[in-house]
């Protein structure tokens, strides 16, 4: 299946699998359609910069970011940032991606730089000397950490398609978890989207880790998402 170039070898079969328990209907779409994004070449990226014998974690956000140069093929890396920090503190596209946003922040608070002020001005003052500058960069460290950066639906049309999306994609994480149920990987699981998991069969045997989608500001503080994050210093150089 074209779909499939230059994913890793290690994921080839499990994503075959995964891809043809698809709705026949929504596999045409996904061959033959140019309105969604991530595009057939991009929606698959997570699985073509980790190895499966890599993946510790599978981290399941919700949908691809709703613009189509932000969307590409990773849950939460913005392709339309570059730099992570600015002078006044994060960057405009940061400040744009709100789950971004959010996250970095959290990370912040987990080293200790960030305490109950998460303004702009108090990410000003911090010494981003220890950290790293780049989207692409966070995009690493996590998968360093062997955590595949993943969405309950893989691409988007608009707004109003999320749901539906999300219901098509459900048959293909199902598949996905079917086949990786002898392997030791947990998942996250990024709010209500991705709690339908903590309920489906072929999720039952994965160890999770539920926490608010970082859309949401409580993320911040979340301690679930301070236990798992904090060791890995998502943001350090």
Known sequence: MQILDNVYPSWSEILDNALNALD???????QTDNSY?????????AFKTLPLEKTKYILFGQDPYPREESAIGYAFIDGKVGDIFGKNGLTK???RATSLRNFIKMALFCDGVLSDDFSKEAVSRVDKTPYIKTINQLRENFETNGV???NMALVFTQKEDSKKHVKAW?????????SLKEHNIELILFGKMAEVLEKVDEAKSFRKHRMPHPYNIGF???INAHRLFKPMRLLSL
């Not at 026949?24 to 996904?30: D, I, N, R, S």
């Not at 994004?37 to 990226?45: A, G, H, K, S």
């Open 93 to 95: 596209e940061v400040n």
């Open 220 to 222: 911040i503080t979340d």
């Open 24 to 30: 026949a209907e929504y596999l045409e779409f996904l």
């Open 170 to 178: 459900n048959r293909f994480v199902k598949a996905l978890l079917f």
């Open 37 to 45: 994004f991530p595009d057939r070449n991009n929606f698959l990226n």
């Open 148 to 150: 595949l950066l993943l």
